[in-house]
């Protein structure tokens, strides 16, 4: 319409007629949008270091157990029951999911380890080393030797355990573990290999053999495992991805899917927090930007006072004075937009690519049963450029508002007069 | 549109302006009863101070009086609210001011459509209108100036264009020459009475110029919110 293009044109042009001013607030929105994303970034990043960190050294993203194993974690509750399953078939299916990045079975036992003079309770767990790789750095922390192959004795064991029972890569040891039929399982192994994740609890108690090995010593069938753990394509999607699969599986034998959103709560609480800490930040960010703008749209509106009275004396309605006012916050509000996102992307993109690497400056640390790389690593997603760049059109809009109203309210014969 | 069934372009009864002041109320405008005809083109004359400016800004709807009623070709203005005075304004009424007011970011051209504009007024008929008016009033080729570009004397023809573009019944023009020097405000002068000659539009002005005074066909004088003269007055110049 020809009467609204004029006052988007009014608006167009008084933005043109302090540069200086127009520039500024901009930018300020500018760097607001480019500080909100980034903020969102980091802590994403963070948030998805947090995930992988205190997942892949053991547990896993997903984890499949048949649906009576836990939390007892009995040795009998095996996937499929007392008869198992066809492993192999189950990774398969598994693999083939789309959202399942790699699966790998696993049998656990408790037992004790003996080496010369010493014994140690411990928790033995049976992998299969090839697939194992692809879903956990265990074998990654491996600082000695090398690690158990399959058909063969042989164990690994974490360096607190090696220094407490006082042997080295070569010794033997005598695992001792209760058998599925009853009986107590007892060999003689070859230490071949030590491992040093950082992580006390895991280097003191867990000692890791080939899951045929484990089977044979524990009397279990090589279709019987406890556990199949995954790496799923989106961490962050975990739970949604777990509740699919336990759907994708079906109840033939009676499975659970569990994300390690219930596998790791606190850790989960952590990510959550993050979140809201984001939500936070963007907050303060934009109400800081409201402010900002409203203000240099005040002063904008206070100056033209005149020309408000002259519109109005000449026959135009108190809303079209404040849609005026409000297109400049538009206008204002787009400017900003290309500009933050010209500025933004090319920012994100690169910080994701080659993220700062303060280890030189900090060196590694473990908590929470994981190892950190103390990286400032930014992760994006559509989400949060979007809706920061949503936020950042709508602090334009209100700040408009208010300036919009007073503009409105100018009595004319009063500011014609300069009263 | 115009009313020409013997009804007033402008009648006041009884108009009252009080502003509530410290330390004691000021009377603006006392008790003034007016009527003004169709085409008439009328000077208010009267010192600083005397109610000039409240009067048209009264009569063009921009203050409510504080007693007393206006009526603009029969209509009643007490009785209409914001939004409906601001379209009779915008349909009714053109404002010329003291200060030119020309809207900074527009061109002359577009300060001249404003109101058609405003009335959605088509294109074509816009473009048509502004340019004879322009042409009429000496202000061929600086359609694309923006008013700091132009004279004083330039941009308060296109102010005058801005009011009478619209075929208004009524232009109110608050001291129009009072910023311009004598030349231009004879020029001026001369533009509005073609005006009022040709298109029958009225014209109220005030001022304090004898030189303008001479040129209005009455003349209010107004002391201390209160007619204190009201005569018809002989051209000294004819309108040509
Ligand atoms: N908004 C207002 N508030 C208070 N007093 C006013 C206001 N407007 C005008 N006045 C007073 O009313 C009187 C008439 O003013 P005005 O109509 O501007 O006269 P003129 O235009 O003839 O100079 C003056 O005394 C002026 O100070
Ligand atoms: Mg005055």
Known sequence: MAEDHLWWRVAWRNLGRNRGRTLITTSALAFGYLSAVVMVGLTDGMSAELVENGTRLLIGQAQVHASDYLPERSMYRTIGGQNGVDVADLLERLEAHPDVRAAAPRLYGGGLVSGGEHTEAALLLGIAPGRERHVTTLLGHVTEGRAPASGSREVMIGVEMARQLGVGVGDELVLVAPAADGSMGNDLFALVGIFDTGTPGIDASYAVLALDELQRLMAMDPGRIHEVALTVSRPVDTPAIAEALGAYLGSDPPTEVRPWTALRPELAESVALMDSMNFIIVLIIFAMAVFGVANTMIIGTFERTREFAVVRALGSSTGNVARTVVYEGIVLGALALVAGVAMTWPILVWWHRAPPDLSALVGGFSWSGAQWRPVLRVEYSLEGPVLSALALFLTAVLAALYPAWKAARIPPADALAGR | ?240
């Open chain 2, 1 to 240: 549109m115009i009313d020409s069934s013997g009804t007033a372009a402008v009648r006041t009864d009884d108009l009252w302006k009080v502003y509530p002041q410290e330390p004691a109320p000021v009377q603006a405008v006392r008790g003034l009863t007016l009527e003004i005809e169709h085409g008439d083109f009328v000077a208010m004359a009267g010192p600083s101070g005397s109610g000039k400016t409240t009067v048209l800004n009264l009569i063009g709807g921009l203050t409510r009086p504080t007693r007393g009623r206006v009526w603009i070709g029969g209509q009643e203005l007490g009785s209409l609210d914001d939004k409906k005075l601001a379209r009779l304004r915008l349909e009714r009424i053109g404002f010329v001011f003291q200060a030119y007011n020309l809207l900074p970011v527009l061109s002359a051209f577009e300060n001249a459509e404003f109101t058609l504009l405003l009335r959605g007024v088509p294109h074509e008929e816009r473009r048509a209108r502004v340019e004879a008016l322009f042409k009429e009033i000496g202000l061929e080729g600086l359609e694309d100036r923006r008013p700091s570009k132009l004279s004083g004397g330039q941009q308060q023809r296109v102010a005058v264009a801005r009011a009478v573009v619209g075929e208004p019944a009524l232009v109110l023009a608050d001291e129009p020459t009072a910023n311009l020097d004598s030349t231009t405000s004879a020029a001026l002068l001369e533009v509005m009475e073609r005006l009022n000659h040709e298109h029958r539009t009225t014209f109220v002005f005030s001022t304090h110029d004898p030189r303008v005074m001479e040129r209005a066909h009455r003349l209010i004088r107004l002391v201390d919110g209160r007619i204190d003269e009201d005569r018809r007055v002989e051209p000294a110049v004819p309108a040509r």
